[in-house]
């Protein structure tokens, strides 16, 4: 058995939210020495994150942080010794470092973007950019453009274009097109986050009431939850469970979506396979930039787009923390219909 390199540094080791993303970098194939660069990064980064914000975890970071991150690394003094002074400028770290380490942060918080842990990317790819330059000095705390700040969301019509894409049979979705419909229809209904989606069991779907129960995991911040869903999607789910999840029942437990691949069926679905088929729905509808955080974001915005009580948005959304839905009231304003 091969034995486990060692990644995880002192501070690392006291956050679980690093420690689970470089978990999952090596599950999915990426290279020890890739995983090693990322987990230089991250203790990097939680060091200046106790030294200068220690009320709050670092999985809250804003983009002041990140400018500020950036600009400690760009004016560091050069550290003892002939060979690592040839790795840096004489302003500090040398840009190839300062942009490696932004991106490998980038990385990080597109990770729990993912999760449902956050709805932005505080690591801007204009200041990865700037970073390359050399010249961060134009990018100070405050500066941040619309476009930046708010996750990307398809219009009415491009997400109307999504789900007829989704119904489209093709030779090679024959078995998994009922499948993947209910599930981007069940994902936006619902609001689901990518695991709550793919955890969900027959028992947490009443199909007569059209409601789904949301359990929550250890994720902090996540609450249990019970939410209506449309009859379209209800309809969906049925004939799903009818038809091709019966074809499979025999070879898993109650888990509601199951994989159908020759090398995974009847098991259950993985979260790295579900952004894969949304990736690939995405690309047949031209939309590039939809994940599987998009269907919770959009049905959120559509819903603070109604004026819903701040509360009742909350309970929808399943946070503990108020703040975490401001920025759906802010997309309903901002976001094309």
Known sequence: MTK??????????????????????????????????????????????????????PEAATRDDIVA???????????????????????GLAPATVERRLRSLHVYYRYLQERGERNDNPVETAFIIAARRGDLAGHTAGMVADEARYPWLPTDEEWARLLGVAAQPTPRNAATMLRNQAMLRLAYDAALRREELINLRLVDVDTDARLVTVVANSTTGRVDRQVPISLATADLIVRYIATDRARAEQFFDDTLFLGFDAQNRGARLTPLRWSQILAALGKRADLPRLTTLTPRTLRLTHLARTGIAREDLIAFAGHENPRLVQIYYELAAASPR
């Open 4 to 57: 486990r390199p060692v990644l995880f540094g002192t501070h690392i080791s006291t956050r679980p939210s690093a420690r689970e993303w470089l978990d999952s970098c090596l599950a999915r194939g990426l290279t020890v020495d890739t995983v090693r660069v990322y987990a230089d990064t991250m203790e990097d980064f939680l060091t200046f994150w106790e030294r200068h914000e220690a009320q709050t975890g």
């Open 69 to 91: 991150y950036g600009h400690d690394l760009a004016s560091r003094k050069p550290p003892q010794g002939k060979k690592a002074r040839q790795r840096l400028d004489e302003r």
